[in-house]
């Protein structure tokens, strides 16, 4: 057994828990601060731009031509970017598997067509007409037909529902969709060959540049009857033209589609958010209708499922707002790191509102190496803790919490680079843990020590974060434990973009608390390196 087979199982496939749920990331597009401002009437027209600029980029990934991308001079692992598309993971009793149909050119034939799910429904369509790529306007004409016959006939049953099931649960009833008819089996592999999933939602999310809330909020948890939970890639295009994406975590992780997305858009601007090209539209097959057999248990299945979701996902606080006093040009000139300075913020602003330290998981890249995914920095140091500490007793000098702030700074940095390079712990514990299982050995006492479990190990972290890169798209996942919360950030030239979780029903968190306490850090500590000049 490798780690990363270790990994995808023990942190994604074993799961029996709602994956859909606890484990996808979403996030939403920043098209509303450039090219595509919310409004109502506009969501088919800007879906199949953005589409046709995913399906160029599907494109190049065939024919090979992305760039190998690369952190300073250390090129990085591309295996990831097979699984943007035609991936999806299958549940399975004990365990999921990951179904994953892309080719390369060289490799053969890769499956074209997309799903569309609107109102309960599911549509396919194929990318490729006569050898060569639908076009925005042929885009527009199949979606518009989908949304016409959606708006003017009942909604469907709305099975894709049930992947937001226990996993356990949806393998069951997808071994009794199949076993009711066999068609039903070929519908299902249809969705899971697909390049992606276009999902057509009828809310209309309230978004400005500074406040992504609503639209963060239901990316991640939205209607779950167009959502397919199971598929890499879920691009979600609200009615007021605002966007999201929502992805299965498990065989990929987010640099990947934020490349893509960036790609996408980066295209998007340059042509204002229009297609310029010709509005010619050929004789293309309609979109095709997948109508699944379902029996009345089925349609009790997925009301239940709906119920439960709905039960679970309202219990979610989520707040996703930008600091826009400074960004990453200032912190630079201080000459601090950005990711350290958002990190150590965040544990001031935990240490604040909790009085206490909060063990924290941030998420390293290890793609230096082969198939190589993540590591766990643990941003919660007795350094950082030290000049938490400093800063809320009044008797500490500003240049005290200074020194002290450079030592936690030089800390979080040092352990940056030893994950990033394989010199982690988590994972390598981790193996330890299996091999110990695997040859039926006693679990070491490390694992069984309170320590462990009280500093984030066995995955309880109460805070689970990570920065979503240097570009314009923020995502975010739930927190990793009941009394925790999930952190995510975009960090800019001039702005912070945060996405703060919690759950309502946990009495001592609050995220929208949390997140306004960051960003009250954020200039506390600028403050420091002002004072430190004076």
Request: proline share 4%; aromatic share 10%.
């Amino acid at each position: 057994m490798q780690l990363e087979d270790w990994w995808l199982n023990v942190a994604y496939l074993d799961l029996r828990i709602s994956t859909q749920i606890h484990c996808n990331i979403g996030g939403p597009g920043p098209y509303i601060e450039h090219c595509w401002p919310p409004k109502e009437g506009t969501q088919i027209e800007r879906a199949c731009v953005n589409i046709w600029h995913t399906l160029k980029y599907w494109d190049l990934l065939r024919a090979e031509k992305v760039a190998v991308e690369r952190s300073g001079n250390a090129v990085l692992d591309m295996d990831q970017f097979r699984m943007l598309f035609c991936t999806c993971k299958i549940p399975g009793v004990t365990r999921d598997s990951i179904g994953s149909y892309f080719k390369t050119e060289t490799e053969g034939e890769c499956p074209s067509h997309l799903i569309v799910l609107c109102r309960g429904r599911v549509f396919a369509f194929d990318a490729i007409h006569e050898g060569s790529m639908v076009t925005p306007p042929e885009i527009f004409r199949q979606l518009a037909y989908i949304q016409k016959r959606c708006h003017s006939e009942p909604d469907g049953p709305g099975l894709a529902a049930l992947t937001s099931s226990e996993r356990t649960k949806w393998a069951e009833l997808r071994e009794y969709l199949i076993d009711r008819d066999p068609k039903n089996l070929t519908l299902l592999e249809k969705i899971q060959r697909s390049l992606f999933v276009v999902c057509l939602d009828d809310s209309s999310p309230h978004a400005t540049p500074e406040d992504y809330t609503e639209v963060a909020r239901l990316g991640l948890i939205g209607d779950p009857t167009v959502r397919w939970g199971d598929k890499s890639y879920n691009s979600i295009f609200f009615s007021n033209g605002t966007c999201s994406a929502f992805c299965d975590h498990s065989p990929l992780d987010a640099m990947a589609l934020i490349t893509m997305f960036s790609y996408a858009e980066k295209k998007i601007i340059e042509n204002e958010g229009k297609w310029k090209g010709s509005d010619k539209v050929r004789d293309i097959p309609w979109p095709e209708e997948l109508v699944f057999t379902v029996d009345q248990k089925i349609i009790n299945e997925i009301g239940h499922a709906k119920e439960l979701y709905y039960k679970k996902v309202s219990d979610l606080q989520l707040v996703s707002y930008a600091f826009t006093s400074f960004g990453k040009a200032l912190v630079k000139k201080k000459k601090l790191h950005p990711d350290t300075f958002v990190q150590l913020a965040l544990q001031l602003a935990y240490y604040k509102c909790h009085g206490r330290p909060g063990c924290c998981y941030e998420t390293a890249m290890t793609r230096r190496f082969y198939h190589g995914r993540t590591e766990t920095i643990r941003s919660c140091t007795v350094e950082a803790l030290e000049w938490c500490k400093s800063m809320l007793d009044p008797s500490e000098s500003t240049y005290q919490r200074l020194q002290l702030m450079q030592k936690a700074f030089a800390k979080h940095n040092k352990m940056r680079k030893e994950c990033e390079n394989g010199k982690g712990f988590d994972r390598h514990l981790l193996g330890l843990l299996l091999i110990a299982q695997e040859q039926g050995l006693p679990v070491p006492e490390l694992y069984v020590d309170h320590a462990f479990t009280a500093s984030g190990g066995g995955g309880n972290f109460v805070l689970s974060t990570s920065l979503t890169g240097y570009t314009r798209f923020c995502g975010s996942a739930l927190p990793m434990v009941d009394h925790g919360y999930g952190f995510f950030y975009s960090i800019r030239d001039d702005r912070i973009v945060t996405n703060c979780s919690s759950w309502k029903s946990c009495p001592e968190t609050d995220a929208e608390m949390l997140a306004r306490t960051v960003f009250q850090c954020f200039q506390d500590m600028l403050q420091l390196t002002v004072a430190a000049q004076l």
